[in-house]
């Protein structure tokens, strides 16, 4: 029997798509109308959304509203790097095709006239279970970089974390934020590196580092190679690649700091996560757990908390996303850590889910960030506004009238 019409149709755009990603045609400057056929590829690639380039935060009806500007506002190696996963982005399209494999039961006739959609996490409350994922280089994206986002978590009282790769310091982000933030780590070869950047979050008042560990192979990031190629602006002065030093020289955490043996640990294991826990006093969380074995080892190391994590789809080629790893990490936590989740979550929909499946909080990365690069700090803040307003919007339908009703009675596998 032939194909329908209808996909030969769709399979012909997609290739025309990717042949369009990948032109060196595009190379010497991107008009309008060439940009908005290069988004549609990225969308085909992803799994994301682009929504209308629109003129105002005000005409924002859903993040993907953000996307578009910020796809249109951003060079093209800039926005590269913000929308690549690694290899062809199976995983980063994985994480969002995981969130049509669970489906919710919602109950009738609950009193839903008063909804709490607050969260208390390590002793702090915050208005919606939905953090800020840390997200490194910001600058990138808008003037303000992380203090622009941490403007946007103070208006929406939300849980933020703070990459040692930031380009605002940690104390800034704090005093923005009007509050602590929580402190993401890679660590470094160097161990004095490490200790000197987990001595100063502690010293700025951070109550939490989150180890880093899914970064040890490496990633082919593919999309962000095409996008580089495309870029014809000198970027020397910002990325001179001839030192460690000169590399990280926007980046705060580094300042001052020998950098002449820096480099990625590809040893570490877990009795390097002993040895940089004893460092701190700080809550130790591992960002980047996806199995039931590695949180078992969690528990068995003395690990605070936990964040599944892909990074986005850009630390592995496992084509699995986090919401599908979810269930066997809270398994195995069995509820003696906190368990939180990131990668991918771009609607309430997908909060809801993760909370029913056990998940304490959910990190968003790439949603505020198009909010901060299409329209600054107000437009990180819209982001997670609209995020918020979804899922308070569900959890009415849902019948749950504060989070803690959300249980995994509300999700079923389709």
């Known amino acids: 029997m032939a194909e329908p019409r209808s996909k030969n149709r769709k399979e012909a755009r997609r290739a025309f798509l990717r042949h369009v990603a990948a032109s060196p045609l595009l190379a010497a400057g991107l008009a309008l109308g060439e940009r908005r056929i290069l988004a549609a590829a990225d969308q085909e690639r992803a799994g994301d959304e682009l929504g209308d380039v629109i003129a105002s935060i005000e005409d924002a009806i859903n993040v993907f509203d953000f996307h578009a500007v910020a796809r ?11 929308a690549t996963g690694t290899d062809d982005d199976t995983t980063l399209r994985a994480n969002r095709q995981g969130f049509k494999k669970y489906q919710l039961r919602m109950r ?24 800020l994922a840390p997200v490194g280089n910001q600058q990138a994206f808008h003037p303000e970089a992380e203090v622009g986002a941490a403007k946007a978590a103070q208006k929406t009282s939300s849980l933020m974390l703070i990459s040692n790769n930031a380009n605002s310091s940690v104390e800034d982000v704090i005093q923005a934020r009007g509050a602590s933030v929580w402190f993401q780590l890679y660590a470094n070869e160097d161990l ?34 095409r996008f580089t190629r ?39 294991n877990w009795e390097s996560v002993r040895r940089y826990k004893d460092i ?8 980047g757990i996806v199995t039931a074995e ?38 195995a936590a069995q509820g003696r850590i906190p368990v939180l989740i990131d990668s991918g979550f771009r609607r309430g929909t997908d909060v809801f889910k993760a909370v029913a499946l056990g998940a304490d909080a959910v990190c968003v990365g790439r949603p505020y960030v198009w909010g901060l690069a299409a329209f600054g700090a107000e437009g990180a803040e819209a982001a997670l506004n609209l995020i918020g307003a979804e899922l308070r919007m569900v959890m009415r ?14 999700v079923v596998r389709s």
């Not at 008042?205 to 192979?217: E, H, M, Y």
């Not at 970027?235 to 030192?243: A, F, I, M, V, Y």
């Not at 936990?306 to 809270?330: D, P, Q, W, Y």
């Open 72 to 82: 249109e506002n951003l060079p093209p190696a800039h926005y590269g790097y913000l």
């Open 294 to 331: 590695d949180t078992e080892l969690c528990l068995e190391n003395g690990v605070d908390g936990v964040i599944v994590s892909n990074h986005g789809g850009r630390a592995e080629a496992s084509g699995r996303g986090t919401i599908e790893c979810l269930e066997e990490v809270v398994k």
């Open 230 to 268: 495309m870029d014809s602006r000198d970027c020397s002065l910002c990325h001179d690649r001839s030192t460690p030093a000169l590399r990280r020289r926007r980046k705060p955490f580094y300042q001052g700091l020998d950098l002449s043996r820096s480099a990625s640990p590809l040893g570490m």
């Open 192 to 225: 004095a590196l490490t200790t000197a950047m987990l001595r100063r979050a502690e010293r700025a008042g951070c109550p939490v580092v989150a180890l880093t560990v899914d970064q040890q192979g490496g990633s082919n990031r593919e999309t962000l190679q």
């Open 108 to 131: 009738r006739l609950v009193d839903v006239s008063s909804i709490d959609s607050s969260m208390e996490l390590l002793g702090a409350k915050y208005a919606t279970p939905i953090a």
């Open 280 to 287: 701190t006093g700080m809550k130790f969380f591992l960002k």
């Open 397 to 410: 339908q849902a019948g749950t009238a504060s989070l803690d009703r959300i249980t995994s009675r509300y």
